[in-house]
């Protein structure tokens, strides 16, 4: 989170220590805020996290066929662009492991941003900082980091969570790219929550629920398949 300018790993922190306990390999990332490169330097950073960690898979005891993507708000954004942007070459980046698959096999998007490019949004102050560029400026730009404008139907299943009192990202974002992924016959899982809130699991007894949809998520998605 944070607006691609702020925030840190500690922020996931109860993601970190529960996940493990369930039998999950967990990475926290981070990645250069605005301040030091504008977008879409966070995204490539984000497929470079997921190149290095698929290229030490064996290293690492994971399954570079199961990697799963959660982020909320900004993170969330990052989230979704790892899962749709993974067939972007001008998206991957400097980082390193070239040649190795940024792609993933799940995501969980907690309210994050999803289109850039609509009048209503694009010129929020935080994206012109993000972009250093107004829409009218670079709208190619503002396209190309926009999570929706990437949607086809062999990307992977996704999770949507997002309350319907958020004031930061409407959640008019969160439906918008829902009815891409139902239009498209993306598997995918939209959990609305009336009455709730930008960083919704920040509360208890949210975040146990949140859990729970993401436990459900994660056993269906990326259940280990029998051998053929």
Partial sequence: ????????????????????????????????????APLPACIEDTKCAVRWMRANAAELHVDPDRIAVIGGSAGGHLALMAGYSSDVPELEGQGGHAGVSSAVAAV?????????????????????????????EAPDLYRLASPITHVDAKDP?????????????????????????????VPHYY??????????DIFPEVNVYVQRLMDSFFTEVLAEKPAS
Wanted: charge should be neutral; aromatic fraction near 12%.
């Fill in 108 to 136: 969980v998007d907690l309210y994050g941003p999803t289109n850039f490019t609509l009048p209503e949004v694009r010129d929020h102050p935080v994206l012109l900082n993000g972009f250093k560029k107004r829409y009218d």
């Fill in 191 to 200: 959990a609305r929550l009336d009455g709730w809130p930008h960083t919704l």
């Fill in 157 to 185: 299943p996704t999770l949507v969570i997002q309350g319907t009192i958020d004031t930061i990202v409407p959640t008019s974002q969160s439906d918008l790219l829902v009815e891409q992924l139902r239009s498209l016959g």
């Fill in 1 to 36: 989170g944070g607006g691609w300018q702020s925030g840190g790993k500690k922020d996931y922190k109860i993601y970190a220590v529960q996940y493990p306990q369930r039998g999950y390999v967990v990475a926290l990332i981070s990645y250069r805020f605005v301040q030091e």
